[in-house]
């Protein structure tokens, strides 16, 4: 078939298809080519707001300040959600006369709203000091802890410790200084009273010198509990002794004039001699004796606090015959005339373990731990010198302690001419009949 009949046949086609589809198709061809043309480039989006019941809807259209009313559909019966995203057009591109045209496919956009935390990553630096609970309580100390946070950059504290007393106005303080970041600390706070409220708070300086402060907190110590000690004597200790033809070279001697334990051993029992003597039969002899006493005091905690301290002496009876010393000396046989024993100190170095010479010298030792004087001293028993505050602190928890005794006119330089005063007490080398020896009784609290 040739390309004519082709055409021709086509053609028929065309005009039967008119003929035989329905007006009103025909018509909405028309009308939609008519409409494609009214609306050309006015297409935009919009959300609906509100559905009037009447096949009008208000539309928000995008950016715009507020909804349109009673905007019709092109299509007519179609439905529509309210908050759902809809095609608008306008007719001729008049924005007073939008029409829905359909669903649209862009989805609605709800705001999110996120939380963002600023505090690790700007602002200012930040140094947070916390207080924390007290521990290890006991009824004369505690541990306080504290913890130090730093943050937005903020630099190394300078200083970190507590505040504490009985009140929130405290009147107390413990620190380090140092250079310290991020972390937990603490210290220990000793001297409380047993059963007492104290309060607390841990600080800071930091790294601009500003002092950042924790929270108050407060404990309470517990119910003291006295326990008592009892250290002997130790065999290191010795009579330190000088003897001159004038005083002031006996007393102001350096060293003293033999080895002190063996000063110690010329009688049966063993002595330690105390005081001042003068002779002038054959020749003028000053004579100077003083006490070196060695107490191990290792086993007493060292944040205990000590109550008492007692030092005991046995003097021996120097009316008991030749078996216990060489008759004429020994107990207060040479006391003529009363005086005063004090206890010294020249810790931590004086005396040495074991005394030696040197340790005579008296410009090592200083202040008055405690005394009696040798009227209340009785022979044939025990004999005490109970230490003062300041002789208390001069014990050394935790370690050796080692005290000197004087008389007290050897420490004021006063000689003894015409009255000889000395005084004898059972040394720790004494072992036959046993528990005569020095000892040191202590109460003390944990």
Known sequence: MSNYYKKIILIIILILGVWIMPNNFIKDIIKNANDLIKYKNTVTTGEITADNGDGTYDVKIANAGSSYPDVETITYGAVFSVGEIVDIVFEHGCKEAPKIIGHSKKIKQEPLQVEVDYSGGGGDPITTVTTLDAYLKTAISAFLEGKIELSNGAGNCTRRGFHYGLTIAYGSDIHDDGDYGEGYFNKQITGLDPETTYHFQAYVLDANGDEQ?????????????????????????????????????????????????????????????????????????????????????????????????????????????????????????????????????????????????????????????????????????????????????????????KLLLRSQRDIDSTPDVTEPRTISFISSDFTSPSGYIPKLVITYTI
């Open 213 to 401: 402060l924790g929270e108050d907190k407060i404990f309470t110590t517990k119910e003291a509990e006295e326990e008592t000690l009892t250290i002997y004597g130790s065999i290191q200790d010795g009579v330190l002794r000088k003897q001159a033809s004038t005083y002031v070279p006996c007393h102001d001697g350096s060293e003293a004039d033999e080895d002190p334990q063996e000063a110690s051993r010329y009688f049966n029992p063993y002595t330690l001699d105390v005081g001042q003597t003068f002779a002038d039969i054959p020749f003028d002899i000053y004579d100077i004796q003083r006490i070196a006493l060695i107490f191990d005091t290792s086993a007493i905690p060292v944040g205990a606090t000590i109550i008492s301290a007692i030092i005991y002496l046995y003097c021996w009876n120097s009316a008991e015959g030749t078996a216990w010393f060489v008759a004429g000396y020994g107990g207060k046989l040479l006391c003529i005339a009363d005086f005063d024993i004090v206890v010294q100190n020249g810790q931590p170095t004086y005396p040495h373990i074991p005394v030696v010479e040197a340790d005579y010298n008296y410009t090592y030792y200083s202040g008055d731990g405690g005394s009696v004087n040798t009227a209340d001293i009785n022979e044939g028993s025990f004999n005490t010198i109970t230490l003062n505050s300041t002789g208390r602190n001069w014990i050394n928890k935790g370690g050796i302690t």
